[in-house]
């Protein structure tokens, strides 16, 4: 299965992609620096902020910085993933900035529930916005 994460709200893009691998699928979540993050822009930057400098530098909790690792992270959890069963569902994840040259020909599957048209207010947050907010590197996709 194949996900094209656009405008999609990344937690509920998350627990269809977790029950999904759960289930024993294959789950590709492409375009993963256009999904949405709901809230306000300031409660989110600060709550992902004040992660970024907890704990210690070499003994964590780290906080991922690319957008593709970010979304994997976010997906990681919603499935029991210290479990042996739950170490193969998260094998079973992949996730990808852009649209890789592999995935091109074949159909993308959008979610209509988690479409970010379904949000009441106008608060979302990239993915890519808050990755380059915590220290990651600005970059420029070529589609």
Partial sequence: MIIDAKDLILGRMATYAAKKAIMGEDVTIINCEHAAI???????????????????????????????????????????WKRSRGKEVFKRIKCYIGVPEEFKDTKAESIAKANISKLPHYNYMYVHDLCQHLGGKKWQHKN
């Fill in 38 to 80: 709901s809230g306000n822009k300031k409660s989110i930057l600060e709550k992902y902020l004040a992660q970024l400098h907890m704990g210690q530098p070499h003994q964590g909790p780290y906080t991922q910085t690319r957008p593709d690792k970010f979304v994997r992270r976010v997906v990681r959890g919603m499935i029991p």
